[in-house]
């Protein structure tokens, strides 16, 4: 019996891989074997070669989801009395300052509706105005819609202010240019299992060395001090506590195909025409994306729900499923919608069939779609 064929993931992380970036978790690896401290090492130097910080800025690897990156950023960049404005245009700038709260770092959160993006005016009127504030904390992309926000321009505000700025680029790195030699930022978050097309299980922050090195005693978390795993892996070659070896094996793997690919500009011109063909493809059928296109960052896209009354989300993903994909609930507590990423190891004849495969069950369940 052949085994039921494996989906293809159109959501953003855990995502579709390629068969040599699973294939390289077959190995074991030893936590204190040098070849594997030399894989984190290239892992670490391609990642901060990706944001051009070489020289300037260090990575620090996390075990665990993005989330736990974030709060390590925060927890680690953030002093104890120092104040968050926490610009918030959907879930994940929520949870930001909900990380904020848990750690008892004082925060302001700056919210916009989910498809409104964050203006550098504002930012610059908010830190004008609190003198207080210390760190700004920014989605790039704003995955629970996709919304891009301006980061460049809210990176050149902060630094005027001569404020910090953490930036949660867990959907956008390595897709997106983010030029550390142009944008100033203390901390930059991502993750194993987004843009980069590894598995799951590891976050990282890229950090300006001088601001990690000056975090001291700012963490009331051990296993999440991003400054004292730094200066351990800095001392040892080792992460301090065991490391996700397999994650670190594929995501190692993933990047070498990053660079056969062409690098950033390739990844993005390949999600960037993902993105072009499944919103093409979805008009055809009548279904509107949410944002406009000027604010849409090709990453993963928010579609209105069919208004025929028939439509329901879980009949629809599960017979979109057994199509062979797996789509995205929305995330918009006002408005009915569904999200497809794409991003991972798809092309757009994926997406071309993901289309497909769409219609077909709308036509099967008997749905109105224009
Ligand atoms: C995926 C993601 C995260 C991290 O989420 P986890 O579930 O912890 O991996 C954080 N921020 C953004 C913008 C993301 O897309």
């Known amino acids: 019996m052949t085994p039921p064929p494996v989906p293809i993931l159109l959501t953003p992380g855990p995502l579709t891989t390629s068969e040599r970036t699973r294939a390289a978790m077959l190995t074991d690896w030893g936590s204190w074997d ?4 030399a894989l984190t090492a290239r ?91 210390t760190h700004v904390g920014l989605i790039h992309c704003e995955t629970s819609t996709g919304i891009l926000n301006p980061l460049a321009a809210i990176a050149e505000v902060v630094a005027r202010h001569g404020r910090g700025l953490i930036i949660d680029a867990m959907s956008s790195f390595g897709a997106l240019p983010i030029d550390a030699r142009r944008i100033p930022f203390e901390a930059l978050i991502a993750a194993s299992g987004k843009c980069l097309e590894g598995v799951p299980g590891m976050g990282f922050v890229i950090a300006r060395t001088e601001a990690l090195l000056a975090s001291a005693g700012n963490s009331a ?12 892996m800095q001392r040892t070659g080792q992460w301090r506590f065991t490391p996700p070896t397999h994650v670190v094996a594929a995501l190692h793997e993933a990047l070498v195909q990053y660079d056969e690919e062409g690098g950033l500009p390739a990844r993005h011109a390949r999600y960037a025409e993902n993105c072009a063909v499944l919103i093409a493809g ?19 896209v928010t579609f209105h729900a069919p208004r025929d009354g028939r439509y329901r989300f879980t009949e629809f993903y599960e017979a979109v499923r057994r199509k062979g994909f797996i789509l995205y609930p929305g995330k918009l507590t006002e408005l009915e919608t569904f999200r497809v990423g794409c ?5 757009p004849a994926e997406m071309e069939r993901a289309v497909a495969a769409v219609a077909e069950t709308f036509r099967a369940l008997n749905i109105e779609t224009i």
């Open 221 to 232: 978390s051990l296993a999440l001090d991003l400054r004292d795993q730094h200066l351990y």
């Open 43 to 133: 892992v670490c130097d391609a990642l901060v070669a990706i944001a051009n910080g070489t020289g300037s800025h260090a990575c620090v690897p996390l075990q665990g989801s993005g989330t736990f990156a974030v709060e390590a950023a925060i927890g680690t960049f953030v002093p104890r009395a120092g104040k968050v404005l926490v610009c918030v245009n959907g879930a994940y700038g929520k949870r930001l300052a909900r990380i904020c709260e848990a750690l008892g770092r004082d925060h302001a959160v700056h919210e916009t509706a989910d498809d409104v993006p964050t203006t550098p005016d504002a930012v610059d009127r908010l830190l004008a105005a609190d003198p207080a504030i």
């Open 343 to 347: 991003i991972g190891s798809v092309g």
């Open 282 to 300: 979805m008009a055809r059928l009548g279904l509107r994306s949410f944002l406009p296109p000027g604010i849409q960052a090709p990453i993963i």
């Open 34 to 37: 040098g070849s594997f401290n």
